[in-house]
């Protein structure tokens, strides 16, 4: 079974990384999700990402599960939820196999799929208002922090 | 709304029922800020709070202050009342025969939308304008441009905020009083998620419409939804009256104090059909009465045949539409998804799109708008995901 997990702290790509990392291994493949500057043409402050636990913490661990058996390889995941800062992972995604075709597709398989499905929200702060992102929609918020 | 003042005839002893997910309240006083309405509603156990956002006799309000909005909306948070509506000046009247006072009208109006939208109140509750003896028809025909003017050019502007056409007593020469004029003004304007229906109950009796007994209030309910549609209805004033049926005077009296009686009040709260309609008491002696009121409301709502009541909790832009994101909603036995997808967005016309926009999940399953709702479940509005 794959590792997956949705939570504040921050996450620990090496940690995440010996979760999976054995000497069988010859692809190593990390992708971390960082927050940038700029979105939509807007400077943005932080973003707060927030799920609905229930279906995200599962709708994960199905997805990890399904790229591990669908390629045979060993894969960890990890989404931050919470307030998280410039230059700071949102998710990093770990797949280790024999050859590296294997973890780049289960890799990117991962992280396509779960930004399409798994309900996890990011509201983007700028300096002047917040902003929801729904899918390709961004609606402004009516609170500005 | 009627500010009349009388002699406290109900026990303030009655003030002792809570705890329903009824939406239930009354229209409460703004002095000493906008924000007043809702500590003072809280206080007294409303789950429904209807507010003049200006006042109500002047036409020019200064515009409401970033801190007045942000005020509002935290306290709005802090006391947790799921249903806000505002009612609009007495000036405005939409279907003026003169033209200034008709553009008066409708900047005001606009003005009326744009501060409930700004404070997060979802519907406007407006009178339908006089014809002032200068041709009824022709000021029905106003009326219904303005309206379809308004909600275009507010649209276009982002606004949320609703219209709620309040049936009226048809005191002197008052539009909207019969069902008839209503559903045609409705009809004039088209279907609009934005346009709804306010019913009030005194002016409904006062325009001849009988609800005392089951079988009037059968009768009466049924023209309504025949000529009006249930459908279109997003908030009920229950008021009694202190005159006669059709006598076209508007005079609110205390809940079952009046000419109207308790029945039909027992009658409209155990309603299946109108269960999750808010209703809103505009009674006399708000400071004293208010209390009284509010809690005879639950009372009689409390006492019937009762249906389910579902949770349902919102995420992303829509978590901003009620405090902490959830609303409880009050749905007839047997409801399914779409029935509480319609339910709120009678609440809230920017809910019209949640149906299309959204998944639905009970627990950790989603599913579709076919499904089943038991008491007591949690339905979460799941928007399109962006994490990542």
Not at chain 1, 116 to 140: H, M, Q, T
Request: glycine share 10%; aromatic share 6%.
């Amino acid at each position: 079974m794959a590792y997956a997990h949705i939570g504040t702290e921050v996450i620990d790509t090496a940690a995440l990384e010996a979760r999976v990392v054995t000497v069988e291994d010859g692809a190593v493949c990390t992708f971390i999700g960082n927050v940038r500057r700029r979105s939509r043409g807007r400077e943005v402050a932080y973003l707060e990402y927030n799920a609905y636990l229930p279906i995200a913490n599962r709708m994960l661990q199905e997805i990890a599960d399904e790229a591990e058996s669908r390629w045979q390889v060993k894969l960890a995941v990890q989404h931050r939820i919470g307030r998280v800062d410039l230059g700071e992972a949102g998710v990093v995604v770990v797949v280790t196999s024999v050859h590296r075709a294997e973890a780049f597709d289960a890799c990117r398989f991962c992280i396509d799929t779960l930004k399409e499905n798994v309900p996890i929200w990011k509201r983007e702060v700028c300096p002047d208002g917040a902003f929801w992102i729904e899918g390709e929609v961004s609606l402004p918020a009516s609170k500005a922090d | 709304m009627d500010h009349d003042t009388g002699p406290s005839t109900l026990s303030s002893q009655e003030d002792t029922v809570s705890g329903s997910a009824r939406l239930i309240g009354a229209h409460m006083p703004t002095a000493g800020g906008l924000k007043n309405s809702l500590t003072s509603g809280k206080e007294i156990g409303c789950t429904a709070v209807q507010l003049f956002t200006g006042n109500p006799r002047q036409w020019s309000h200064p515009s409401l202050t970033d801190d007045e909005i942000r005020e509002f909306r935290s306290t709005h948070e802090q006391t947790g009342i799921p249903f806000l509506v505002a009612h609009d000046s007495y000036l405005i009247n939409l279907a003026a025969p003169a033209a200034d006072v008709l553009e008066r009208s409708r900047s005001a109006f606009r003005g009326e939308l744009d501060r409930a939208h700004a404070l997060g109140i979802p519907w406007v509750v407006t009178h339908m304008g006089s014809h002032l003896d200068q041709g009824e028809e022709e000021a029905v025909q106003r009326l219904i441009t303005s309206l379809r003017e308004i909600l275009e050019e507010t649209e276009a502007e982002g606004c949320t905020a609703g219209v709620a056409l309040e049936t009226t007593a048809g005191q002197g020469t008052g539009l909207g009083w019969s069902f008839n004029q209503l559903g045609d003004i409705l009809k004039g304007v088209g279907e609009n998620p934005r346009l709804g229906v306010c019913m009030d109950t005194c002016h409904v009796f006062a325009a001849g419409y009988d609800i005392r007994t089951p079988e009037t209030y059968r009768d009466t309910i049924q023209k309504f939804d025949e000529l009006v549609g249930i459908n279109h209805l997003r908030v009920i004033h229950t008021n009694d009256s202190k005159k006669g049926l059709g006598s076209r005077v508007d005079r609110h009296e205390h809940i079952g104090m009046g000419e109207i009686g308790m029945e039909a009040f027992s009658l409209l709260l155990n309603d299946e059909r109108l269960m999750h309609v808010p209703v809103i008491a505009e009674t006399p002696d708000a400071q004293t009465m208010h209390r009284v009121n509010v809690a005879r409301l639950r009372r009689l709502a409390a006492s019937g045949a009762y249906g389910i009541v579902v949770t349902a909790q919102l995420f992303g832009h829509y978590s901003e539409l009620f405090p902490g994101g959830t609303v409880d909603v009050l749905l007839p036995k047997g409801a399914v998804i779409n029935d509480l997808a319609a339910a709120l967005t009678d609440l809230n016309p920017a809910l019209s799109d949640l149906s299309t926009h959204c998944r639905f999940a009970i627990a950790d399953e989603l599913v579709d708008g076919s499904a089943v709702l038991r008491e007591g479940c949690t339905v979460a509005a799941l928007p399109p995901s962006s994490g990542g």
